[in-house]
Structure formats: structure tokens, C-alpha cells
């Protein structure tokens, strides 16, 4: 049973991990379109509601919002002090990679680095 809910976990961290990168360029989208746009005085809503008609960042923001539903469902389940740093950790090694993927500036050798710490620590948390 518990193998089963720590490759939820796992799933649940990569999706994080996606999901955030993929929302830090819809973000850069949106912070694009606001420079372009003459600055008046529009409210803090209406450039909040800006940024949820960019698809770029709401389509992730909803599926990360998804897969912490399925966290949360999964806590009921799981110890959360095994939850929690497989989860976590997951999503930070996933949120680097996805953002080397998607072309940010990063210093790969170090990030794989620590990716590789990442996926070692969560391995002695399992076993």
C-alpha cells in the first residue's frame, strides 16, 4: 500500500514541479503585457484578472491547483511525515529540471547536482 501512495506522491511532485515552471512563463507573459500597456490607474483586479485570461499561466495554475487536491486526499492515507519530504522534494527537482527545459538561466551542473541529492534523500526517506 504504501508504495502505491508514494508514487502518487512522486506524480504529485512532478506535477508541482511542472506546473510551477510553466507558471513562472505565463507570470513573464503577463509582466510583458502590463510594461506594453500604458500604465493608468488601473486596479489591482483588473491585473489580476489580466494574468487569469493568459493561458499560459492558468491552464498550469489549474492543474496545480488539481494536484493538490489529490494531496490533500492523499494525506488521509499516508503519514504526512513521509508525505511531505517526498512531495516537497520532488517538486523542487522537478521544478528545476522543467525550468532547464523550458530554457531559464541556470548553472546545470549544480542543479543537476542537487537534483540528484534530491531524488537520494527522498530514496532513504522511502526506504
Not at 489549474?62 to 520532488?90: K, M, Q, R
Request: glycine residues 8%.
Amino acid at each position: 500500500m504504501l508504495g502505491k501512495d508514494v508514487e502518487k506522491m512522486v506524480a504529485i511532485g512532478l506535477v508541482w514541479g511542472a506546473t510551477n515552471a510553466l507558471m513562472r512563463k505565463g507570470a513573464l507573459i503577463w509582466d510583458q503585457a502590463l510594461k506594453s500597456t500604458p500604465q493608468s490607474d488601473a486596479s489591482q483586479l483588473k491585473k489580476w484578472l489580466k494574468l487569469l485570461l493568459i493561458w499560459q499561466y492558468t491552464l498550469p495554475f489549474l492543474i496545480n491547483l488539481s494536484a493538490s487536491a489529490t494531496f490533500f486526499a492523499i494525506l488521509s492515507d499516508s503519514p504526512i511525515s513521509l508525505a511531505v519530504p517526498v512531495t516537497n522534494g520532488t517538486t523542487f527537482a522537478a521544478t528545476a529540471v522543467f525550468g532547464m527545459i523550458l530554457g531559464e538561466e541556470t548553472h546545470v551542473g549544480l542543479a543537476l547536482f542537487g537534483t540528484l541529492l534530491i531524488v537520494l534523500g527522498i530514496y532513504i526517506c522511502v526506504v
